[in-house]
């Protein structure tokens, strides 16, 4: 539609409530100021620009989502979806690599619904937020009377995965003691559970994810060498965000649509000013820091369209970029305060603070070890 712009001799209020009422974009008043033409014209093509732009995006996340989850037109990103579309229908372990905040839980249920065993259970499990004398009995269950507090038997993830797949993350947080044990299942295909002498056969497809290096674990004793080969049947390793940033444009898009309905906000769209930002920024915490630089966008925005004023970054301060002494109004120094006082209202629990804040589990232990918290 072609914007249109009305000039009267007119200057009252129902004039301009009747010209936007039948479609203008603006109006002006006689006698005709050139720079209110001006500034109005540029006003439009802006409009225009943010239109377009968003629709565009709107058409290429269709296009292109796989699941309607992994959101990406880069090269990179494009390569990930044909190594899913290639390793999904066999049934080969997968290890998927990645930096904290990469989408390696989306990935991995990709690989589960693109394969034959897309209508059995996909089971998931986190081994660094279970104590290890617990992880045993949640892998492989339990029967009653096994230990302190077992007073019914239990059924472990394996087995509710069976016919499945099962995802294991953050497998590197897993002792050696446990490696061994989950060696052994992944071998025989078959668990015991704690407090029984009986072997159940299991049939399920292991994807392991995390975001250390293994093979350097393996080669300093930290990690078994048969378990990193048996579990690195595949290797998928998704690429940071910092190194793909033609796709934040969509990221961003899809975010925006998704949280303007949960907060029930109509918001339409990024100006030029905060889509740059975005793009200029490194993504430390990769797409889940974007998500909720996004949310809070939709949260704080003052117009339709999300300002670079309306987007608020958790600053990523290099130790050399830091000032000793810090002033009280400085930015490592509000970037002190606005971890601390993340961290009283998580209650302490540093893996929600840093979920809350965007950033890696690994960057808020070495911020708080600089604040000496710990």
Known sequence: SLPVIIMTAYSS????????????????TKPLDFDKLKLTIERVFESLYLKTENQTLKIRLKEKS??????????????????????????A???????????????SAAIHENSPRKDQPFVRINCAAITETLLESELFGHEKGSFTGADKARKGKFLLADKGSILLDEIGEMSLAMQAKLLR???????????????????????ASTNRDLKKMAEEGKFRH??????????????????????????????LELFSKKNKRDIKGFSPDAMD?????????NVRELMNCVERGVVLARSDYIGAEDL????????????????????????????LSTLESSQGNKSETARKLGITRKTLLKKLKQYGKI
């Open 13 to 28: 209020v129902q004039t301009a409530v009747n010209a936007l009422k039948i479609g203008a974009y603006d109006y002006l």
């Open 66 to 91: 796989l699941n309607h989850d992994i959101i990406g037109n880069s090269p990179a990103i494009q390569a990930l979806l044909d190594t899913i579309r290639m390793v999904a229908p066999t049934d």
């Open 93 to 107: 372990n997968v290890l998927v690599v990645g930096e904290s905040g990469t989408g390696k839980e989306l990935v």
């Open 185 to 207: 299942v992944i071998q025989e295909k078959e668990i015991t559970p704690v407090g029984s002498d009986r072997n159940i056969k299991t049939d399920v497809r292991v994807i």
């Open 226 to 255: 048969d378990l990193y080969y048996r579990l690195n049947v595949v290797s998928i390793e998704i690429p940071p965000l910092r190194k793909r940033k033609e796709d934040i444009p969509s990221l961003a898009l899809y975010f």
């Open 277 to 285: 930002a975005m793009i200029r920024y490194d993504w430390e915490g």
């Open 312 to 339: 608020s970054f958790v600053p990523a301060v290099k130790d050399q970029d830091r000032r000793e002494p810090d002033e009280p109004g400085s930015l490592s120094r509000i970037e002190e305060k606005a971890i």
